[in-house]
């Protein structure tokens, strides 16, 4: 059940991290600041998680845009963690409240 619920999580906090980094990406892309989607996708994902890409760079007038998503990821990435945490310490203590009801 554990891993079960875990992997739920973990799923459905990745899967909103990429409608986030779409929604960033989408932005670029309305101020063109990008050429393309694939491209503003890509720098999207590599500013949220600061690891930044060679080939996706933007123009010296939206950098501060970019420095901003950077830090919205590292927000998130910490939200993220916490709430992982928190899951964890729930399923955790459901899971030992059940081992004690089936040694009873």
């Known amino acids: 059940m554990f891993s079960i619920v875990m992997a ?3 799923a459905a906090v990745t899967a909103l ?3 986030e980094a779409s929604a960033w990406a989408e932005a670029y892309r309305l101020l ?3 050429p393309d989607y694939s491209s503003a996708m890509l720098f999207s994902l590599g500013a ?7 080939n ?6 939206w950098q501060l845009m970019g420095a901003l998503e950077a830090l919205n990821g590292l927000l998130l990435f910490g ?3 916490a709430y992982l ?3 964890i310490q729930d399923v955790w203590r459901l899971g030992r409240h059940d081992d004690k009801r089936d040694s009873f």
């Open 17 to 19: 991290h990429g409608v």
């Open 56 to 61: 996706a760079a933007l123009a010296d007038r």
């Open 8 to 10: 739920a999580a973990a």
């Open 85 to 87: 945490f928190a899951v």
């Open 48 to 54: 949220m998680t600061s690891h930044g890409h060679a």
């Open 32 to 34: 063109d600041a990008l």
């Open 79 to 81: 939200l993220t963690t």
